[in-house]
């Protein structure tokens, strides 16, 4: 999008701006994609039209988008403007993962050593104690019974869980279950306000993009509402949709929702459609959530460090216990 844009900008037609493209582009999938996009555009059809034959790659809002930009002349500006957006999103899904990373990491140890310690160090200590004729510790009863549950029924215990991921996988892809599920997240306590934020930072931005090439709101609300994750909001955003299209201004439908838009965004959107700067106000409420969430994560992060050091140590000082309580006991048996 931002190589087409400057590219296009500079003077160049759009099928040389592809073909350099095509050229320069490493992924093979993407570069075939461009070779067809060329081919298209060299034979008299829309850019668009492409598009929509990959939509795993171009979502609804970028060929809606891209669309408006063909039929208004400004296809440079819009295809800049699509590579700014697509960039925050970028910038924040990064963030995301960086915030939820290093506790991942953190926790997968403690479970690594955990199981490495339960299958192969206690059981040598069992082997010690059974020699020696002494009466078992409870934490290497409990190890000697996970080690032969697993010998006897491992396959078995392994099915069961494969079987209930699946199913759950399957439940939670059902249009009801997984609407409930995304409801219930947003009443998470801390979780919930970042997907909240996240689901409002996408909303503000994207309706922006398509308000600003040049589409009609309600057709707007409809792309938007397939580009949130969360399905509460994708649903809600729909109704919103269908309220405009009988008359009703979008402030309005979003007061009557206001447990997933806050006072704020619902008066900032009131003086844009009143002022009709609800274009540059969607854009400003964008960013004000996107700097939230950011604050948010990094705060997160300062907590889950102290958070995640107290765990270690737990983990840490149990396995210690674990393995030195049963050696002073052999010891004192001996004495």
């Not at 299958?119 to 000697?144: D, R, W, Y």
Request: aromatic content about 8%.
């Amino acid at each position: 999008m931002d190589n087409m844009s400057t590219m296009m900008k500079a003077g160049l037609a759009l099928a040389p701006s592809i073909k350099t493209l095509a050229k320069e582009t490493k992924n093979k999938k993407l570069a075939n994609i461009l070779e067809h996009f060329y081919n298209l555009v060299e034979n008299g059809q829309l850019l668009s039209v492409g598009m929509k034959k990959h939509p795993k790659v171009f979502s609804e809002m970028i060929i809606a988008t891209v669309e408006v930009g063909e039929n208004t002349g400004m296809l440079a500006d819009t295809l800049g403007h699509l590579a700014e957006i697509l960039k925050a999103q970028k910038r924040l899904r990064s963030k995301v993962f960086g915030a939820l990373m290093y506790p991942s990491i953190v926790l997968l140890a403690i479970v690594v050593v955990s199981l490495f310690l339960a299958l192969f160090v206690f059981p040598q200590m069992v082997s010690i104690f059974e020699g020696s004729s002494v009466k078992l510790p409870f934490i290497l009863i409990a190890v000697q019974f996970l080690n032969e549950s697993i010998r006897a029924y491992g396959w078995f215990m392994l099915a069961g869980l494969i079987g209930i991921a699946v199913f759950i996988r399957y439940i939670f892809k059902l249009k009801k279950p997984k609407l409930w599920l995304h409801t219930v997240i947003l009443k998470a306590p801390i979780a919930g306000n970042v997907i909240k934020e996240l689901s409002l930072t996408r909303f503000a931005g994207n309706l922006h993009a398509l308000l600003s090439a040049g589409l009609a709101i309600v057709e707007s609300l409809q792309i938007v509402a397939k580009t949130v994750d969360n399905h509460r909001y994708r649903k809600v955003i729909l109704e919103m949709a269908t309220e405009l299209e009988k008359g009703v201004s979008l402030h309005e439908a979003m007061s009557a929702r206001a447990h997933l838009f806050p006072s704020i965004t619902i008066q900032l959107c009131q003086v844009g459609e009143s002022t009709g700067e609800l274009e540059n106000i969607l854009k400003k409420v964008s960013d004000y959530y996107e700097e939230r969430v950011s604050t948010v994560l990094a705060n997160l992060s300062m907590i889950i460090e102290p958070v995640l050091l107290i765990l270690v140590g737990l983990a840490v000082g149990f396995i210690a216990v674990s393995v030195i309580s049963p050696l002073y006991e052999l010891t004192n048996s001996f004495a």
